[in-house]
């Protein structure tokens, strides 16, 4: 074994363990890598302190009466700076409130440059007063805290090592001094330090008293039955009556010699000098030096956290590969690096040839060929346009018309629809809108309003009414003029309908932009200023589909009645039929073949007046035409305000995310949409470096 030689003092971990350590710490990943931890335990006053000054050389605070309140902390970190540096900090217990937690944890230990005795328990005194434990007597504190008190020593000749301090376990609690419940906390503390795997026990046992009545010896022995992490260390050699020394000598532990409660106080009495004086009188000079002194322990020490902390290493290397593969992941989540104008230019290319994929995929359906159609349903641009479509073809044949064309009865509620199906819906008012205002476009659609259904009182009446007041010298027919008049208010309500639709059509087409970029974006600053600088133009498309479909409402409902489609005669046919019909049922008497009428009959139905005709047939043509208006009109506003504007025409809003619009920024603006924000160079920057450490110590651990 190689021995770190350092002047008087040997390290506490192999050189060749402490260099590969020291690469690792040279590559930032000495976060990742716990420190072989010593833990120093054993009853009060055994001598714990007394032997990690010993190790240290630290004046660690020995006091027979003051004992250790809380843990205390020192990690030593070899650095390639030039002096030591000591920094002391409080971590606060898991348990404590906030405001608490935030005051100790702001505590920074002034005047620790050098640890000596007087400047370590001045600091001692502070944090005492800070964790608020007993001073003296009756002032009513806690006798122990669970807060840590952490000492970190960086300097060129540390070892890598961190060292715990901990209070020592009592069996039996002194009134007025502590408490059963302060001997629960502080066994339950010691234990959990004793439990940690990476812990290296060192079990600290006075030599002067019988070891069997030791209850840490055991705990250590449950926690660490194969004794890989436990060592041994007896102390106070000097006070052993005599003759139970070979009792002492037979368990093989190393032996300690400390400076006693006297001779701490006596000027200049070195520690090794009395531990050396120790060794050489009879019987510890049968002892071997493998056994006894504070080198002895080190040696020991040395050959426990190599092993330790070799065996750690697999974990250290898997940990890295995790930490590694969390930044490559993080990384590319970043997108490409966007620094020049081409990588800008490049990216925003990108984004566009992928939005016009999703758009692709969004109006043929294809939801299987992305997980965003999962779960984002609003992405599903060809299922909510045809489903709104199918919507706003119903609610225009049950509820556009002013006046229903057959007499329904004045209480009923609800309307019939076109298979005179009975249908009670309780609504007396129609919305309009199906769909909730985003963000961006409300300013532009029409306004939301809600329809009345249709009244049910004799349409044969308003007509007439309608007829009488435009009527001219025409006789047994009509002016065109007067069924304008009546298509106008017959399709009054058509007007909010289409507004309605329309304004919904934008809707889920500016929310699939608007998703659909965030979706593809994963930086959102790009996305949104993607949408900004493309806002105008949107508003200008969705406006585009609103005046087409204003258009189309002069069309059907300004113009004069016109139609090629012999629909119109079928339908106008059928109504004249079924009137005649009606009249004809009244005269109808049954016979085996069926019903029958007189020939004589027949003349009886003409008896009404020329006005009275005219307004049926007035009736008839504008039934017919208004269904044939109806169908073309809803077919128009889909195919034509909403299909060929918005959804798949050659200028839809979704086209203005092409390649030429890229190709048409300026310098300027490429660098302020997909510019990176400093944050984000920052960060990207500092994921480089991480995952370059972090390759480089990987292969250092293979
Ligand atoms: P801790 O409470 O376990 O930390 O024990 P300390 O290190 O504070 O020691 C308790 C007391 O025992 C102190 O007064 C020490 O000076 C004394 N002591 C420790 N080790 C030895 C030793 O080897 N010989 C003698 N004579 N006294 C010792
Ligand atoms: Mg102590």
């Known amino acids: 074994m190689v021995i770190h030689a350092s002047n008087h003092d040997h390290g506490l971990a192999d050189p060749v363990l402490l260099e590969k350590i020291d690469r690792l ?9 716990d420190l072989p931890q010593l833990v120093v335990v054993g009853d009060q006053s055994s001598g714990k302190s007394s032997v990690l000054e010993g190790l240290t050389r630290l004046a660690f605070p020995r006091d027979s009466g003051l004992c250790t309140r809380f843990a205390t902390q ?11 540096t000591i920094t002391a900090s409080i971590i606060p217990d898991s348990s404590t409130d906030d405001t608490n937690a935030s005051n100790l944890k702001r505590w920074k230990g002034k005047d620790v440059q050098s640890l000596d005795k007087g400047s370590f328990s001045v600091l001692m005194a502070e944090v005492h007063a800070l964790m608020g434990v007993s001073r003296s007597k009756d002032d009513g504190f806690p006798m122990f805290s669970k807060h840590i008190l952490r000492v970190e020593i960086s300097g060129p000749n540390e070892d ?42 060192l079990i600290v046992v006075p030599a002067n008293i019988d070891i069997a009545t030791q209850e840490i010896v055991e705990m250590a022995r449950e926690l660490d039955p194969h004794g890989e992490r436990t060592l041994g260390v007896l102390t106070k050699p000097d006070l052993v009556d005599k003759g139970a020394e070979s009792k002492v000598m037979k368990l093989g532990w190393v032996i300690v010699r400390n400076l006693g409660q006297g001779e701490l106080h006596g000027a200049d009495v070195d520690r090794d000098a009395a531990e ?18 504070i080198n002895a322990l080190k040696i020991r020490l040395q050959e426990i956290v190599t092993t330790n902390a070799r065996r750690a290493f697999p974990a250290v290397r898997s940990e890295i590969s995790k930490e590694l593969k969390a930044r490559q992941v993080a990384l590319r989540s970043l997108g490409p690096e966007r620094k020049t104008t081409e990588q800008q230019m490049q990216y925003l290319l990108d984004i566009v040839a992928s939005f016009q994929n999703l758009t692709a995929h969004a109006l043929n359906a294809n939801y299987s060929s992305a997980d965003a159609f999962e779960s984002h349903p609003n992405l599903r641009l060809a299922t909510r346009i045809v489903n709104r479509d199918a919507k706003f073809s119903e609610d225009l044949s049950r509820w556009g018309h002013t006046f229903n064309f057959k007499k329904t009865s004045p209480l009923q509620i609800g309307w019939s629809d076109d298979n005179g199906e009975k249908q009670k819906s309780g609504m007396s008012q129609l919305q309009s809108r199906k769909l909730k205002d985003v ?22 009446s308003w007509i007439e009414d309608e007829y009488r007041e435009s009527r001219g010298f025409e006789i047994g027919t009509f002016n065109y003029v007067v069924l304008s008049i009546l298509m106008k208010k017959q399709s009054l309500k058509w007007t909010s309908l289409a507004n309605g639709y329309i304004s919904d059509i934008i809707t889920i087409v500016h929310e699939f932009i608007v998703k659909g970029l965030s979706q593809i974006c994963t930086d959102r600053k790009v996305s949104e200023s993607l949408l900004s600088f493309l806002m105008d133009k949107l508003l200008e498309r ?126 300027e603006q490429l660098d302020e949409i997909a510019g990176e924000e400093l944050t984000l160079r920052k960060k990207r920057e500092k994921l480089i470096k991480e995952i370059d450490d972090l390759t480089m110590a990987r292969k250092m651990l293979l």
């Open 25 to 33: 710490f040279a590559c930032n990943v000495g976060d990742y890598i």
């Open 160 to 201: 890598h090592l961190s060292v715990i301090d901990v209070p020592g376990i009592f069996r039996n609690a002194t009134p007025g001094i502590t408490t059963k419940e302060d001997k629960k906390l502080v066994r339950d503390m010691v234990q959990a330090y004793m439990r940690n795997p990476r812990s290296i026990m």
């Open 74 to 84: 020192i990690i030593f970190r070899r650095t390639q700076c030039e002096s030591r």
């Open 542 to 667: 969705y406006q585009n589909a609103i005046k087409h479909a204003d258009f189309l409402l002069s069309v059907e409902r300004l113009m004069i009645p016109m139609t090629q489609n012999h629909y119109l005669n079928d339908t106008l046919e059928k109504c004249r039929q079924e009137r005649t019909k009606s009249i004809l049922l009244k005269k109808a008497y049954d016979s085996p073949d069926g019903k029958v009428i007189r020939v004589d009959d027949l003349k009886h139905q003409q008896n009404m007046s020329n006005a009275e005709h005219t307004v049926q047939e007035l009736r008839d043509i504008l039934e017919s035409y208004y269904k044939v208006a109806r169908k073309r009109f809803v077919d128009n506003i889909c195919t034509q305000a909403a299909a060929y504007f918005l959804v798949h025409g050659p200028k839809t809003p979704m086209t203005l995310l092409s390649p030429s619009l890229v190709s048409s920024l300026s310098r």
């Open 276 to 293: 050396e004086q120790e060794h050489a009188k009879y019987p510890w000079n049968t002892v071997g030096c493998d056994n006894f002194g």
């Open 439 to 460: 963000l961006g476009i409300q300013e532009i659609l029409p306004e939301a309003s809600k329809v009345p259904y249709p009244l049910s009182h004799d349409i044969c």
